[in-house]
């Protein structure tokens, strides 16, 4: 069972480069989110979507765009990336609607190193 | 101030010690509490889950919520090395607002 799979694990980048975070799930759950972690921040919410075709700005959503074409896949993309968003990118998801309880199943997390 | 409070530590105890661990919050909405569990350069784990207050065991780990308090624990009896992590308090409101506020994280050594 694979659960999340994010792509790639790390990347540096040069500042005003475009970048797209990849992120698939194979559990069929109806929400997805995005998170960036840093030292002492914690992790931040970007971006979610409560289901395909819907999606949300979370708390950190300046300078990041998502789409959700399909229930599986959650890419994140930097438009013009910036030293600040330098971290570690996390996607998760959750089974979403009435029932959910809020808990996320995460992947391993994507490194971004912008310069 | 943050919704949620968590000490960022860094704590380290010898093996076989209790570790407590605390968050604080704000919000009073909150109603699912969770604790997630981070190893070194991967994501995070679900470790514990308690709705509402009340206490919650699972082998070596206690979960306890005091909502008057708005103050969530958790302990790790006997702690072993492989517990080295950072522990992530997290909590949400009702399933209409599921959406996680995270604690900053503990990060733990257990010295062999």
């Known amino acids: 069972i694979a659960g999340i799979t994010q792509a790639p694990t790390s990347q540096i980048l040069a500042a005003g480069r475009r970048m797209t975070l990849r992120c698939t799930q194979d559990?069929?759950?109806?929400?997805m989110y995005w998170y960036r972690q840093d030292l002492g921040l914690g992790l931040r919410l970007i971006h979610y979507?409560?289901?395909?075709?819907?999606?949300g700005k979370g708390e950190v959503p300046d300078g990041y765009s998502v789409s959700r074409a399909n229930t599986d896949d959650f890419p994140l993309t930097l438009a013009s990336a910036v030293p600040s968003q330098t971290s570690v990118y996390f996607c998760?998801?959750?089974?979403?609607?009435?029932?959910?309880?809020?808990?996320?199943?995460f992947g391993e997390g994507s490194r971004l190193t912008v310069l | 101030q943050k919704e949620v409070e968590q000490d960022p530590g860094p704590l380290s105890v010898p093996e076989g010690a209790i570790v407590s661990l605390n968050c604080t919050y704000s919000n009073s909405a909150f109603q699912y509490f969770m604790w997630y569990r981070q190893y070194s350069r991967k994501g995070p784990e679900l470790l514990m889950y308690t709705y509402s207050s009340g206490n919650k065991e699972d082998g070596r780990f206690t979960a306890q919520v005091d909502k008057s308090s708005k103050y969530i624990s958790l302990f790790i009896r006997d702690s072993q090395p492989s517990d080295s992590a950072t522990y992530l308090c997290?909590?949400?409101?009702?399933?209409?607002?599921?959406?996680?506020?995270f604690g900053a994280g503990t990060t733990v050594t257990v010295r062999a």
């Open positions: 979507s409560n289901t395909a075709g819907t999606t």
């Open positions: 997290a909590m949400s409101g009702p399933p209409s607002d599921y959406k996680l506020s």
């Open positions: 559990m069929r759950h109806n929400a």
């Open positions: 998760a998801s959750s089974t979403g609607g009435a029932s959910d309880t809020g808990e996320l199943f």
